[in-house]
């Protein structure tokens, strides 16, 4: 009970920070539109697809992967062990991001000259310090990870944010009077700022508040030491399946921006007008990736949790965490898909002042399930040393989505949506293939609507509730324009009752006990509405 309560905590926090990360995020998103207009976007967008592949095939895999390593050894005792997977992880990942890092740098315009989007070469360079930082950064918080340190992983990834976007606003404010393309290099500075501000947070906090592991150390004499070669072995031998299969996911969105450009050319689209439907997918990214941010930190300490059950040979504690990280991840998509489909035309006037491209949240709001989904199941397979089948499951669906995402995003009727129909193979295809390995190596029966029956129908009743809150509406804006300041208090309005139906329903169903919500903290039962109180069991 003290591990599930831990976990559930380090969730609650890890959700909270990333949240208020995200939301600085997506607040900021309409100011850049601002400054860089819908082009400029279009092309800040196809950077970061860029910067986010080369992220994840240096970054990505380094931090579940020191996670792995430093739960694993922890869980055996071997502290010492531990704080050198630390100090082996990071020299590591200082080469290869300082490497990768440079050879960015040097080959930004060849290669975006080649891929047909010159325009983005110029901010590729500018986030090429940012590899190496990365790296390092990922290898601190991997350490976080594994030990259970989620406050400061939480903190960092604030401080990071907050640095990001101030900075990327002012220089891009200060560029772009120059040029369009320079203004694009200038939003990117601050991605580098905001990573090593972060980093120093960490090796403070490291060197603050954990100094007492060293007295902890020196009284396991009994503990068998690991070698520094196997040490490294491990971190390379976990890190490479998990940065490949991260690398094949964010290779989609590499391929929705060298694939989804060319065949909006072909469709019909002059260059400014893709590079704005572009923008328009960047825009529909950066919304779906609001709940994904809770579904991450159930990932996060997912893995840790797992690991260690494994290690134990605690089988049927593995089982139970499985199912429990489903459970809190499909209850979390579930009501996010009702919500941002049905509100997204007040969402897209309150962020970004206009409706153009709402639709595309309106459709596309239903793959969070599926992208939920292959998270979770990703994490699951990393923490039971099954790495290279999600592998070989991503490469699948990713084989798919470039066909499909071909065939229907050059077909001028379809353009931009095309890219909706990939991703649901992208999704479905590892889904349906992760889902049958899982529960064949843990010869367990895992049911998907018996895990979401409660979430649904409790969305159900939340999507009749919002649609009777919005019947009004359209008589209301007969007489007053739909603008972000009337959008806006509608729309929080609508979230929070919607919430709160949500909320009740799950109660009344026994889908959130009181005992779900005490191993996050007892507070909050205490500041929840009496009616709902009186409902916990």
Known sequence: MGEEHSAAKGVFILSLAGMVAKFISVFYTPFLVGILGDAGYGIYSKTTEIF????????????????????????????????????????????????????????????????????????????????????????????????????????????????NVILSLLCAYILVQVSTVLGNAGAQVGTSVGALFATLYLIYSLDKKYSQEEDEIE????????????????????????????????????????NVNNRL???????????ALYGQ???????????????????????????????????????????????????????AIVGLSMLSELIYVTLYNQTYGHKLMMIGAFLLFLSTMTQIQAVIMQSINKLYFILGTFMAGITVKIIVNYIFVGIPGINIYGV?????????????????KLCEIMRMRLSIPKLVIKPVIASVFMAGVIYLL?????????????????AAPITIVIIAIGGIVYLYLMIL?????????????????????????????
């Open 219 to 258: 009284s396991l004499t009994n503990v068998r030491k690991v070698s520094e070669k196997k040490i490294l072995r491990k971190v390379i031998m976990y890190s490479i399946p998990i940065t490949l299969s991260t690398g094949m996911q964010n290779f989609g969105g590499l391929v929705d921006m060298v």
């Open 281 to 335: 997918l960047g825009m529909y990214k950066t919304l779906l990736s609001v709940p994904l941010v809770i579904i991450t930190s159930i990932g996060t300490t997912t893995l840790p949790a797992i690991a260690k059950s494994m290690v134990l040979n605690d089988r049927k504690e593995v089982k139970r965490k499985i199912a429990y990280a489903f459970k809190m991840a499909f209850s979390i998509a579930i009501p």
């Open 470 to 486: 919005k019947l009004p509406l359209k008589y209301v804006f007969e007489f007053i324009s739909l603008s972000r300041l009337t």
């Open 420 to 436: 909706l129909i990939g991703n649901l193979f992208w999704h479905l295809i590892p889904a349906i293939l992760n889902h049958k």
């Open 265 to 275: 050319l072909i469709a019909g689209f002059d260059k400014d007008s893709a590079n």
């Open 52 to 163: 986010v592949f080369i992220y994840a095939i240096t970054c990505m895999g380094a931090q579940p992967a020191v996670a792995k390593v430093v739960s694993e050894l922890s869980a055996l005792g071997n502290e010492e062990g531990a704080k050198k997977a630390l100090r082996i992880s990071r020299k590591f990942y200082i080469m290869l991001g300082g490497g990768l890092g440079i050879l960015m740098m040097v080959l930004a315009i060849p290669l975006c000259n080649l891929f047909g989007i010159s325009d983005a070469a110029y901010g590729v360079m500018a986030l090429g310090p940012c590899v190496l930082i990365t790296c390092i950064l990922s290898a601190y918080r991997g350490y976080m990870q594994g030990k259970g340190h989620m406050t400061q992983i939480a903190v960092s990834q604030v401080i990071e944010q907050l640095i």
């Open 509 to 537: 169903m026994g889908g959130i006990r009181k005992s779900d919500i005490q191993t996050i903290s007892p507070k909050l039962i205490r500041i929840m509405p009496r009616f709902m109180r009186r409902k916990l069991r």
